[in-house]
């Protein structure tokens, strides 16, 4: 008989094998004292990592270094995205608001090494949607990890009501399943939640060639990236809607753990029936959450938005969420490590890159300066200009009318940002924040209708974040969500961006524990 291999280690990891390391449980000691600090120590602490890891000699590389990018592809991505929301709220759509989506035909899990006395884990694949092709190619293929309790397969699991399901989408800079898998999947399974996490396009295993680490290469990739991963997110929520106990009971009796180990025969990989989503009722899960930390809290309450409105027992839980990317990128800490230069270079000549015609048909002069290089891609790409701020403008016309949007920066903003960027001037810097700007009104939460049950939902914020800005601006937003999204509830937290996600991870269970009780009893 093959075994897995089962060294223990010391206790204080907070491991029961060697195969599966928490390294944040070595942070455990600090929690209380980081949770003890005042609002400036927090601050001080966001400004702290950001000038370890922004644009400096150990970090040269910058977000979007090549400009604006696809700015045209953005414009057909939100019409799309427009007319499903419609299509949503038509009367007449029941239960049909994911037959936009084309569902896997192959979704496949595979055994792995990791686990608990109490949590099964397998990994899953399948082919993102056939209409992303402007995806990457290492994004064209889906990854993403399902931690199943054990406990649902007792005899008293299989009579259990709920049997509730977290969506881990990722944050800026998770790469993997590991941190999403130990600080947040297993004890939600201890407490009897399932969780499927999410690896997002252009992050780990599916980043785009050339990218370095999470600093995508265009602006116009991070609404893509953000479409492609409600889109994923809304086809793994459709399918375990689909899923019967039966079939939870078959994936762990398919796929034994240790997988990958030393001695340990390798398992097959188990392909599960893909079922039509139910409306609610008769399948193994009963209470939905769709949760992330930071940008993924605002991919998780933009894809319960455009759920069905039957499915009534879909709720969300953003943890440090913004309500916009604009005031992110625009003011808050992660400004100082975009690419300006390569945004003046743009605006000042006011082109971009756009599919179109072939490469080979420009300058070499101009494609190296003004337009994206094709590194970004695996496919050999072809780019014409186009008028920058034509597009922005057509970009604009779709937007939802009658709701607030992201202000544009002022010249402090520019002021600020110019000591970042010595030879940059504010003259200069002040249109390419106001074409960014434009750009990333797209990531406004206020563009999306309020989810069927908007009192499932939960937004935390924390109260002293440098990354996401808490000033006029986003709480115009805020306070829009709250009038309007009726029972949604916004907390504040008393953190900064990075000791709320590094040292407050019990509440953000306690937070998903909760909102998946709501809507389990929806």
Known sequence: MFRPFTSKVPAFLGISHIYDVNPWSLLSPFNETMKSLQGSQHTAIDDFVDLIRSRNALSPKTFYSQGFGNVRGVVELVRDLRDVSSSLRSPHAKNTGMLDLTFPQSLELHATPHGRDFAHVASGTFAAPSYHDILPEPSKKVYFQLITPTAWLSAEGRTASARPMVILLPGTGEHGFLRRRHLLGYPLAAKGVGTLILEGPFYGARKAPGQWGSKINTLSDLPLLGRATIDEARILLGWLRGRTLEEVRATVRSLPRGNGLPGVRTTPPYTPPVSTPRAQGGGAHR??????????????????????????DVGWASWLGPPSGVAVFTRGNLARSCDWRAFTRDVSSNTAACAGLPLATLSQQQQQSQFATPAARDTTPTFAPFNLDMALGDLEKILPEGVPHSKLPVAADARSLASAWPGLEEGSLLPALTQVARLLRVTDITNFAPPARADLGVFVRAVHDKYVPYDNDTTELWDFIQNTWHGVEIRGLTAGHVTGSIFHSDAYVRCIEGVAAKAGAA
């Open 287 to 312: 209470g939905f959450v769709l949760a992330g930390i930071s940008m993924g809290g605002l991919h998780a309450a933009m894809t319960a938005s455009l759920a069905p409105m039957d499915w009534s």
